[in-house]
């Protein structure tokens, strides 16, 4: 049996199969550096002993789930204290708390949030209610908060 044009179906095979597997062998052997976000608020570097609500590591996988357990604990059943497991009380809210001491959200939160890939359109919805610490500026937060100004 005879293939006609079995040369081009072989360079076509060949070409499609270097087009499939380009970005493995593209990317192979290149590695991202972590994120390694910035620790570097005055806050942060005013604390004796320096620790967060959990630990570095349950704040690193979880930090989304405890967002939303305070925001269902507040917005549902009006509770605002956090009792963490070591003991200390905390206040549920994202500016009082965590913007504290991580003010630096495009040093601190988009540097993890771009190394995970995290797509603009899948950022956390945080700042649809909550002002950017960064972003606050004089005069502009009730506006920012997203109520009407008044003209």
Known sequence: ??????????????????????PIWYDHGKAVPPANPS??????????????IL????MITGHMLLLN????????????LYVAPGGE?????LETECFRCHSNKA???DRCHNYAGLAKASD??????HVVPSETKPGAGAVAMGQKENK
């Open 107 to 109: 040093e601190f939160c």
């Open 89 to 93: 009380k905390y206040q549920m809210s």
């Open 124 to 129: 956390p919805y945080c700042f649809t209610c």
């Open 39 to 52: 620790l570097n608020t005055p806050v942060i570097d005013a604390m004796a002993h320096k620790h967060c």
């Open 55 to 58: 630990s570095k590591e349950q």
């Open 1 to 22: 049996m005879k293939i006609y044009d079995g040369k081009y179906i072989l360079i076509g095979l060949l070409a499609f199969v270097v087009l499939a597997t380009f």
């Open 69 to 80: 357990q305070w925001r269902t604990e507040v917005v549902r059943y009006g509770k605002r």
